[in-house]
Structure formats: C-alpha cells, structure tokens
C-alpha cells in the first residue's frame, strides 16, 4: 500500500466522498479487516484507545481520528492547518493513529514517537518528525528527536521493552485504516464522516459543522 502520490483526490472529490462514504462509528460497525476481525471499528476501539495519543481538547463534543505517516508529503503539508482547525474550534478531540505505510523508515519513525509517549515526549516527537521539508532517514529521525528533547537512552530501552505494546497500537491503526477502506495518508474520521484525503483550513471547517449537526440528529 502506498500514499495517494500524483493520484491523490482533489479537494472537490474528496468532499465528494465524504457525502457518498459517510460511516457511523457510534456503537459497532461491522468491517472484516485482513485479520479477520469482525468488530475492528468499535467507537471504542477507534475513538477511545486509551493506547493512542490525543491532541486538542480531550472534552471535546466533536472527534478527528488522523492517520498519518511521517514521510507523507501530505500530511506535512496539513498538519499546521489541522492544527490551527482545532485550536480555533476549541471543542475538538484530535485523535492520532500512526499508520506508517511507506516504508521501514517510515515504520521506524512511528515506532520512535510512540516510545516517546513512555516518557511523556510523544508530542514534542510527532511534532518534530513531522515538521520536517524532507525525506526521514533513521539517523536523521534521531537527531530531530534529540533536539525535540527526547532522553535517547529512555527512548532505546522502551523501543525495546514496550516493542509489543508499540507493535500492537499499529496493528491495530493499520487494521482500522483497511476496514475502513482508506487507500493512503492522510486519512480521517469526523465524527460520523469518513474523509479518504487532505482538505483545506474551510473545508475541515465546514465537515466538523456538519459532523455536529449529524451528531443532533
């Protein structure tokens, strides 16, 4: 599986998914992942992993779930404008699902953000790889990290004695992108809205409305 590349949705097909792939994840919804798992897409196991990082307001009345990879162009490009979404919003619960489908660098980096998460950092890491113009290399990864403030040695012992625990929440990440059919990076739920791409600061805008209004009804 790769990222959307130079056959990524415009912005007006992408919208256009949404009305047409709109999905309910209140309660089970029912999708045979590879593993044959016949309830991947709890709201439980989407929205409320206790595993997976949140950003925004954890009270928030409106969920984003974002799968991401730090190598994706895209969702370097997004990030800031997502951010500025939600921190205007004020009463968004950003949920954030690493989905590293680009490669073993890519799998790496996702591996090291979350051992960050153990020490408290993983934030100041998603923050650091993802800020970045270019490609990620291993050693290029440790040195963004170092500078985000991540205790390296910390970061070693828990890559290797959290290694199931990290291995687990992206299987689980990975399994929920493929039921829910997504086909790169980025990815979202809006609260009852699946969105297959990257929309603009107005568009995000504009379904986290119509997720509300969803929500009333």
Known sequence: MTGFGNNAPSRRA???LIGAGALAVGGTVSARAATGDDEVLTEAKVLRDPDTPVAGNPDGNITIVEWSDYNCPYCRKLEPELRQVVQDDGKVRLVMKDWPILGPVSVTAARSALAA?????????????IGVSSRLTEPRINELLAAAGVDMDRLKRDLTGHAKDI???????NEQAEAFGFQGTPSFIVGKYRVPGALSMTEFEQVIADA???KMN
């Open 117 to 129: 998460k153990f020490q408290g950092k993983y934030h100041q890491a998603h923050d650091a790889l």
């Open 14 to 16: 992408a919208l256009t």
């Open 212 to 214: 509300r209004k969803a």
């Open 167 to 173: 291995d687990a929440i992206l299987k689980r990440n």
